[in-house]
């Protein structure tokens, strides 16, 4: 008798459709397969420092050029990490913004709204890119002082 009742849940398993198994999902927490993403790549990086007769102050300015595999919109911030490269002190953190090309980001900040010497040539500048998952790219630019 017991052979029957076996025999009749396995036909009633079938007859219901399929049956799903999970693998545990990536990194074994359930839920099935997380999406793949590519990291954010810095391609080219600036900074630098120049005079500006109108404002009669010095203008900083940073610009990245900034690449995704799933596309320039999966960048959501760009930032200019400074330190001074003599002592590794970190003195200011500057962010770009995207312009009407999807690729170039950038900013520019007027010299006595920083913390910055557009005479002193110790800077060393991160240039920092992230994407929606948190992934980033690096890249140190010396920048263009006086």
Known sequence: ????AALLGV????????VVY????VGGG??????????????YADAGCYYDGAYQDNIW??????????GPLDITQVYADVYDGYTGQYIETFELYPTNDPYIW???????????????RGYEVDI???DAYDAFDVVTVLPATF
């Open 1 to 4: 008798m017991h052979k029957a």
């Open 11 to 18: 036909a009633a398993l079938t007859l219901s459709g399929c």
């Open 22 to 25: 999970s693998d545990g999902g």
């Open 30 to 43: 359930g839920g099935g397969a997380t999406p793949f993403n590519f990291s954010p790549f810095v391609s």
């Open 61 to 70: 300015y940073f610009e990245a050029d900034v690449d995704d595999g799933d």
């Open 106 to 120: 950038f900013s520019d900040w007027l010299e006595y709204s920083t913390y910055l010497d557009c005479y002193y």
């Open 128 to 130: 920092v890119a992230y």
